[in-house]
């Protein structure tokens, strides 16, 4: 018996990291998408993101039915809430990778991004998928110290989301108001995508040490 | 023991209510500094939203400490798991008040908001301050009708969110780029805030029908 239950904990772990599998190739085909312009590859991402919804909710449920079956404590409790909450925040970067592919779709047959800005709005792209695909291997790991590269990695999103404004500001910017609206919303949602991909590597953190990733000290 | 497992219930619904109460009063503030272009009146909200992060931690632990000790099933561990989750919705709306403080400061001593678009504005933030008061009757009351008017209130702002899109790329704009990527922002942030306000209530109506909202039909 608490063996089968300790197979549903794995499992739970498995699911989450395929929903960051997921996620990773739906950000990657949506920055593709616009990239560009590729209208069929950006409507297949959004209508690929139920995919993730019907894995959270099907997570949710094994978790639920966890909880109220085997009424676990410490360590294990703390795992299946913290579970809950990193599923929450997968399906949401899923839904990020959506929205960007909603602007590649809105603008088509235009590119959303000026060729002058190209570059940096592939950078970001870069780092969040493989922020995404690093959290991935972190839940499956459960390793301390790649949890914590992610924290660099958003700092160097956020860098880059900094740069990006400098960019849309220039005096030369001749794009006009909307692609200025579009470029503003697809930097926000790459900036919150590796926002929520930090938030699960620190509970990651958490759950190893059992202490908060802001605090957690690496040995020397 | 009894009694005071469901006092403790009780706290937990007080303390998100009491959350609704700050982040409403938080958004109102912030859009009154937005309005007014009033640096210490977003300088408050800004550092007040560690109140919000306080309670929603100390929630937290109450709940994880009630799943602990009390082991509940069925409804109340419904109702416990539940509550996490909008705990993690309304500090999440503290943040998005946050954030409209900060464009609010970081635009300082000019209004980030052109005279035009004032009015559109001055709306998505009685919507979003509305929403978070109703969500907050919504949840001491469980009531289900009040809870699906969220559902209405969120198209509202829908509305005007689409309303401030086409005031922004009217020819006659003439306030530049940084201003349309501010007012592309707060419009951003008060539509996540609906959504979110929108996320507790439906969280609620399932707690309370056991059907989730979007296929609850309420008797004619």
Redesign the interface.
């Known amino acids: 018996m608490r063996d089968q239950y300790h197979e549903e904990l794995d499992a739970i772990s498995d699911q989450l990291v395929e929903m960051t599998r997921l996620v990773s190739s739906a950000m990657s085909r949506a920055s593709t998408a616009l990239a560009d312009a590729d209208l069929s590859l950006a409507e297949s991402v959004i209508s690929k993101d139920e995919q993730v919804d019907r894995l959270q909710r099907d997570l949710e449920q094994r978790a ?1 039915d966890l ?2 079956r085997q ?1 676990p ?2 360590t294990d ?2 795992i299946i ?1 913290t579970s ?2 990193m599923s ?1 925040d997968i399906e949401r970067m899923g839904d990020l990778a959506r929205h960007v592919a909603k602007i590649a779709r809105r603008r088509y047959p235009q590119s959303a991004i000026p060729a002058e800005i190209r570059g940096t709005v592939v950078e970001m792209a870069g780092i969040a998928i493989r922020m995404a695909a690093k959290v991935g291997s972190v839940i499956a790991s459960k390793d301390v110290a790649s949890a914590l590269e992610l924290e660099s990695d958003d700092d160097e999103m956020d860098k880059m989301h900094r740069e990006l ?1 400098t960019e ?2 220039e005096p030369s ?1 001749t794009h006009g ?2 692609a ?2 579009d470029v ?2 697809v930097g ?1 949602y790459y900036e919150r995508f590796a926002d929520h991909a930090v938030s699960v590597a620190r509970r990651v953190v958490f759950l190893v040490t059992g202490e908060p990733a802001d605090e957690y000290v690496p040995e020397p």
């Open positions: 639920f909880l109220a009424q404590v410490a409790l703390r809430v809950l909450r929450a404004y849309l500001l910017w108001i909307e200025a609206v503003t919303l926000r």
